[in-house]
């Protein structure tokens, strides 16, 4: 048997978050992100409950190519671009659109002998100042790139460094649509948050949505917001089980560095789940977890393959508790219980985002019917 942690990924809560999605931007196409393979839940496992949307957008070359292998005939974006000139070869061939964000990839394109004229994004750099063409250069590569044969339509976009928080996106939204307002083309702005936060604002609307994190079902402005106040739903659900469970003496501690120490008698359970499972090592007691559905909080120090959590409330529930107990890291229990990724990561000093990509590859995942 194998150990007993385990990913589930959950194809009806990703057709929830993707309508979520669709309910927020009424009148826009939806790029469903599975960069970074769908957040770590895997593409073909997300594909089945995200097939809906009308496109999907990511990072790597590799995985358009798995997209169009599960018989994705639609749009695909590839968000940065490609990564050197014999890229566009396989972008030609599988019909596969990309961002350009500098003037390289304008060159390669200009050098690119291509039967199939090409679908480009130009990114615009409006603030993050991560990719893009600056406002200033911005028109001079729209230009550029308008009079290349190998490109038949160009569409515009941008990202927001501050869809979640109190900056907002109206300095970059302004920056953007002077730029931009004379110019044909399809538009594309709006991440989860700003999709979620600013969806009504008719500034803030455009062709195409990027929703990423929403979608996995995780809030891109946690703690502000719970995915329960957006009605997302969680798209994977993280579990183990006990291995053993120890009873506490006052005075005893827990773990390397002995970073707990009881100072009442109590039982402790010991899971089946460490950092080299993905689970952040930066997780303090404290922490939430769900022991038979029961939340109840870590202690100690989490360790590579194990990690200790207080079983007090699950004994004060008068529940049984002891070896091969449900253990529920983050997503649903099998009672129907419920703790968001966003409250652990919150916990752990990081985001949901971080902790859906990092589980690990000894993790065995499946998809729930
Ligand atoms: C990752 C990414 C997104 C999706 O962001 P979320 O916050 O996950 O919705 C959108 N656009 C670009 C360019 C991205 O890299």
Same mark, same amino acid.
């Given at each position: 048997?194998p150990?007993p942690i385990?990913?589930?990924?959950h &194809?009806?809560?990703?057709?929830h978050?993707l309508?979520?999605?669709r309910?927020a931007? %009424? $009148?826009?196409?939806?790029?469903?992100v599975?960069?970074a393979? !769908?957040?770590?839940?895997g593409?073909?496992r997300?594909y089945?409950g995200l097939r809906g949307a009308?496109?999907?957008?990511?990072l790597?070359?590799?995985?358009?190519?798995?997209l169009?292998?599960?018989?994705?005939?639609? %749009?695909l974006?590839?968000?940065?671009?490609?990564?050197?000139p014999? @890229?566009l070869?396989?972008?030609?061939?599988?019909?596969? +659109?990309h961002?350009?964000?500098?003037?390289?990839?304008? $060159? +390669?394109?200009a050098?690119?002998?291509t039967?199939?004229?090409?679908?480009?994004?130009?990114k615009?750099? *409006?603030?993050?100042?991560?990719?893009?063409?600056?406002?200033?250069?911005?028109?001079g590569?729209?230009?550029?790139?308008?009079a290349l044969p190998?490109?038949?339509?160009? /569409?515009h976009?941008?990202?927001f460094?501050?869809? $979640?928080g %109190?900056?907002g996106?109206?300095h #970059?939204?302004a920056?953007?649509?002077a *730029?931009?307002q004379d110019?044909?083309g399809e538009? /594309?702005?709006?991440?989860?948050?700003?999709t979620l936060? #600013?969806? /009504?604002?008719a #500034?803030?609307?455009?062709d +195409?949505v990027?929703?990423?994190?929403?979608?996995y079902?995780s809030a &891109?402005?946690?703690?502000?917001?719970?995915?329960?106040? +957006?009605a997302l739903?969680? !798209?994977?659900t993280l579990s183990?089980?006990?291995l053993?469970?120890?009873?506490? #003496?006052p005075?005893?501690?827990?773990?390397?560095? /002995?970073?707990?120490?009881a100072d009442?008698?109590?039982l402790?359970?010991?899971a089946?789940?460490?950092?080299? $499972?993905?689970?952040p090592?930066?997780? @303090?007691?404290?922490?939430p977890?769900?022991?038979?559905?029961?939340?109840?909080?870590l202690?100690?120090?989490v360790s590579?393959?194990?990690l *200790?959590v207080?079983?007090t409330?699950?004994?004060q529930a008068g529940?049984?508790?002891g070896m091969?107990?449900e253990?529920?890291?983050?997503?649903?229990a099998?009672s129907?219980a419920q703790l968001?990724i966003d409250?652990? !990561?919150q916990?752990?000093?990081?985001?949901?985002?971080?902790l859906m990509?990092?589980?690990?590859?000894?993790?065995?995942v499946v998809?729930?019917?």
């Amino acid at each position: 048997m194998p150990r007993p942690i385990l990913a589930t990924i959950h &194809p009806p809560a990703l057709h929830h978050n993707l309508s979520r999605t669709r309910a927020a931007a %009424p $009148d826009a196409k939806v790029w469903a992100v599975v960069k970074a393979n !769908a957040y770590g839940h895997g593409i073909e496992r997300v594909y089945e409950g995200l097939r809906g949307a009308d496109g999907f957008a990511m990072l790597d070359l590799a995985e358009a190519e798995r997209l169009r292998a599960l018989g994705w005939r639609g %749009p695909l974006l590839l968000l940065e671009g490609v990564f050197e000139p014999r @890229d566009l070869e396989l972008c030609s061939r599988l019909g596969i +659109w990309h961002a350009v964000h500098c003037d390289e990839q304008i $060159d +390669w394109l200009a050098a690119h002998k291509t039967q199939v004229p090409h679908r480009v994004f130009l990114k615009m750099n *409006t603030g993050m100042n991560r990719l893009g063409f600056t406002p200033a250069r911005y028109r001079g590569a729209w230009a550029r790139l308008s009079a290349l044969p190998q490109v038949d339509e160009i /569409s515009h976009m941008t990202h927001f460094s501050d869809a $979640d928080g %109190p900056r907002g996106i109206g300095h #970059q939204l302004a920056v953007f649509h002077a *730029t931009t307002q004379d110019l044909p083309g399809e538009r /594309s702005i709006s991440n989860s948050a700003a999709t979620l936060r #600013q969806g /009504s604002d008719a #500034q803030v609307r455009c062709d +195409w949505v990027r929703a990423g994190i929403m979608l996995y079902g995780s809030a &891109p402005d946690h703690p502000q917001h719970q995915a329960s106040d +957006w009605a997302l739903q969680p !798209a994977m659900t993280l579990s183990t089980r006990l291995l053993a469970t120890q009873q506490l #003496q006052p005075g005893d501690t827990v773990g390397y560095g /002995s970073r707990f120490r009881a100072d009442a008698p109590m039982l402790i359970g010991v899971a089946a789940c460490g950092y080299a $499972d993905g689970y952040p090592r930066h997780a @303090d007691t404290g922490t939430p977890v769900l022991v038979s559905g029961v939340r109840t909080r870590l202690v100690g120090r989490v360790s590579m393959d194990m990690l *200790t959590v207080d079983l007090t409330p699950v004994v004060q529930a008068g529940l049984p508790v002891g070896m091969g107990s449900e253990v529920t890291l983050w997503g649903r229990a099998s009672s129907g219980a419920q703790l968001s990724i966003d409250e652990v !990561a919150q916990a752990a000093g990081t985001v949901g985002y971080e902790l859906m990509c990092a589980v690990a590859p000894r993790v065995n995942v499946v998809v729930a019917d």
